[in-house]
């Protein structure tokens, strides 16, 4: 990994992206869905990321003189755009094959390249935070995908989950959705 201040910013990008993911999701699954599983896939899978979020928030530095929460952005405009997009996507399924298609793939591409990037011995404890949450990002990208396929036998479905103008807007920033420190 790189210096203080780069992990410091990608710290701060993963708690505004677990947190980001608890309030969408959650507002989506009370929302209801076209299968009763659905939201309370959505409701568990929220709760998650706000453990998540709560967990990156305690390896933000604590340094006199900077605020913590001061690091908690979006990683970029791109990002802000696709969690607006999930929040205002016409109903669940269509939240479920965003999540199932563009944001799970790409966050477990983060999490993983960051954990590729890891030094063992100033990295340790985040390196688990990591490993941690990369398993729930995959079981739930397992997870909503096994359920969307269900939703998705109306050959007519299928267009409402389509996110390709969203991954077009995110390609230009690389792997996954918090760019790595140059």
């Known amino acids: ?99 199932a298609r563009v944001v799970l793939p790409r966050l477990v591409t983060t999490y993983r390249r960051h954990l590729r990037g890891a030094r063992p011995a100033s990295d340790g404890p985040l390196a688990r935070t990591l490993r941690l949450a990369l398993r729930d990002e995959v079981e739930a990208w397992t997870e909503i995908e096994e359920l969307l396929e269900e939703l998705l036998r109306e050959a007519g479905r299928v267009g409402a989950v389509w996110s390709g103008s969203i991954e077009e807007r995110l390609a230009g920033a690389g792997p996954g959705l918090v760019p790595w420190p140059t």
């Open 1 to 99: 990994m790189s210096d203080l201040n780069s992990t410091a910013r990608l710290v701060g990008a993963y708690v505004w992206l677990e947190r980001r993911l608890f309030e969408v999701l959650g507002t989506v699954a009370a929302r209801g869905g076209a299968s009763p599983e659905l939201p309370v896939l959505l409701d568990t899978h929220s709760r998650h990321h706000a453990w998540h979020s709560s967990l990156f928030a305690e390896h933000l530095p604590r340094i006199h003189g900077l605020d913590p929460a001061s690091l908690v952005v979006s990683p970029s405009p791109a990002v802000t755009e696709l969690m607006s997009a999930v929040e205002d996507a016409n109903d669940a399924t269509q939240v479920a094959g965003l999540l």
